[in-house]
């Protein structure tokens, strides 16, 4: 009878070991240990009818292998149940984890960090003023009488009087030269603000870049070499520049300065774009330097404002300018 339940025992352990489920292990209970048919517990039936010399070891043998049963089936019930706990309390360990939010530069700022990268290796430093400025800063200053319709109302946004916030980042150039004395060569990205319409090309507030060289000999040659190599080193060796000439204020003369890029093709032929604009420019009016105190006949310089956006616009292939200032993660989601 020991034998028996020797085998018994090592028949149970194997079948809860093998009970794939909840139901499967209960059947294995009630075929070992249920009251009634149990093959374990008809033994311990059976114990009264043995003889009092044999009783005591097969009793023992029993007992041993009902608790070793019973405690395989207490385990194994622990693991089926963390396995199958959604039956019990929604929690599935079986489900793959939620994945972690990781942030990411917007493309305007990666626009920006590209392009300062390139002028600081031409030997330009970084400046930056004020977003709330004066009329004498924003246009006064910058040659730009306040009859001039980009001071009206309809175009810049007052905070009171004679107070505004930016229309472009060019009063960088004149507070940069007030604590200055040239040579100068600064890079100035910031916020500007206009009152416009809110559009798939026109957002009220927007990223510029500002740029300024000031010292003696300056020309437009320097103006020219230095944006050419600019675009190169952004939009790749290929690209051709183009200068039309322009107004602004505060240069003299003025250029809007377009570029073409080559594109790889799907097919893997190269071809150029249309032109694009991508700034204005022009050497510096002497009458911005005279404002700022600078001797106007012994330096000259020369500047460029250019729109961030616009160029990641180009650089994603983005067609509405909204979609980089309404912080929509899964836009910007999109950009690691
Ligand atoms: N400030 C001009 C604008 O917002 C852009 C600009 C043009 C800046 C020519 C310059 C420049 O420095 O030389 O439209």
Redesign the pocket.
């Known amino acids: 009878m020991i034998e028996d339940l020797r085998r018994l025992e090592r028949e149970a352990l194997a079948a809860i070991a093998a009970a794939a489920g909840l139901d499967e292990l209960e059947q294995v209970r009630v075929r070992y240990l249920g009251r009634r048919e149990g093959r374990i517990s008809a033994v311990l039936r059976r114990l009264g009818r043995l003889s009092p010399e044999e009783r005591p070891a097969v009793g023992a043998a029993a007992n041993r292998a009902k608790t070793a049963v019973a405690e395989a089936l207490k385990n194994r019930l622990a693991e089926l149940e963390a396995v199958a706990a959604p039956d019990r309390d929604g929690v599935d360990l079986t489900l793959p984890a939620r994945g972690r939010w990781r942030g990411t530069i917007h493309p305007v700022s990666r626009v920006i960090d590209d392009i300062w990268a390139i002028f600081r290796s031409l030997g330009f430093t970084r400046a930056r003023g004020p977003e709330v400025d004066t009329e004498w800063y924003n246009f006064v200053a910058l040659n730009t009488p306040l009859d001039h319709p980009a001071a009206d109302e309809q175009d810049t946004l007052y905070l009171g009087p004679g107070l505004l916030l930016r229309?472009?980042t060019?009063p960088v150039?004149i507070r940069t030269m007030e604590q200055y004395p040239p040579p100068i060569r600064i890079i100035a990205p910031g916020m500007v603000y206009r009152r416009d319409t809110y559009d798939a090309t026109h957002t009220p507030a927007f990223a510029?870049i500002?740029?300024?060289v000031v010292d003696e000999g300056v020309t437009f040659v320097d103006l020219k070499a230095t944006l050419a190599e600019f675009a190169r080193r952004f939009w790749g060796p290929g690209t051709r520049v183009r200068f039309r000439p322009s107004f602004?204020p505060?240069?003299e003369p003025?250029a809007e300065v377009d570029v073409k890029r080559v594109i790889v093709r799907e097919d893997g032929a190269d071809e150029e774009t249309d032109w694009i604009e991508i700034m204005?420019?022009?050497m510096v009016d002497p009458a911005v330097l005279d404002n700022v105190g600078y001797d106007s006949e012994r330096y000259t310089g020369w500047?460029?404002?250019m729109g961030p956006a616009r160029v990641a616009l180009l650089r994603h292939g983005v067609r509405d300018l909204r979609l980089f200032y309404e912080n929509d993660m899964r836009f910007l989601g999109q950009f690691r």
């Open positions: 229309s472009h060019s150039q510029q500002e740029g300024l602004f505060f240069t003025s204005g420019a022009g500047a460029f404002g």
